[in-house]
């Protein structure tokens, strides 16, 4: 095993960790790739299948997460479905107008819009954009877990 790859690879892997809190870098998916790297250089003996199996297991629960945390969070605080697909709408439509920003107003603008419009009054439909942003808040944590696993997984076969 190469040190200085080693450390490289670990670097990007922290790196993913810290995207699953900051919108600009992508999370669990760069975790995995930094694996499958890896896997690569060291001609796949010890991150060999199985391994990159349970890396992508985790990657496709921490991208679920994240695109489902915030409607989660406002179906807890009494959305509609005016409010769950005004979060989700929100979202995209944030990211495409606001980029970085819109991740995190989108969804809430958006839930309290849809809740506008399903004919909840606007202190309610407030509750519910906070309920989003609660959500997003919860994925988010669970999506460091998760990186976090991924990091230990790797380490844990290397070290």
């Known amino acids: 095993m190469s040190t200085l790859i080693f450390w490289v690879i670990l670097l990007v892997m922290l790196l993913g960790a810290a995207g699953t809190i900051l919108p600009v870098i992508p999370g669990a998916p760069l975790i995995f790739l930094a694996a499958l790297g ?40 009494g959305a509609t479905k005016y ?18 920003l819109g991740l995190l107003i989108g969804p809430f603008i958006g839930a309290v819009i849809g809740e506008i419009i399903g004919g909840k009054k606007p202190d309610e439909a407030f509750k519910v954009g906070l309920g989003t942003v609660v959500g997003l808040a919860g994925g988010a944590f669970l999506k460091f877990v998760l990186a976090a696993a991924m990091i230990i997984i790797y380490l844990s076969v290397l070290l």
């Open 83 to 100: 409010g769950s697909w005004g979060c989700f709408l929100g979202g995209i439509l944030g990211v495409i107008i606001f980029n970085i």
């Open 38 to 77: 890896y896997g690569f250089y060291e001609d796949f003996q010890h991150i060999n299948i199985t391994i990159l199996g349970i890396l992508f297991f985790l990657t496709v629960i921490s991208l679920v997460i994240d695109y489902f945390s915030g409607v989660v969070g406002a179906k807890k605080y």
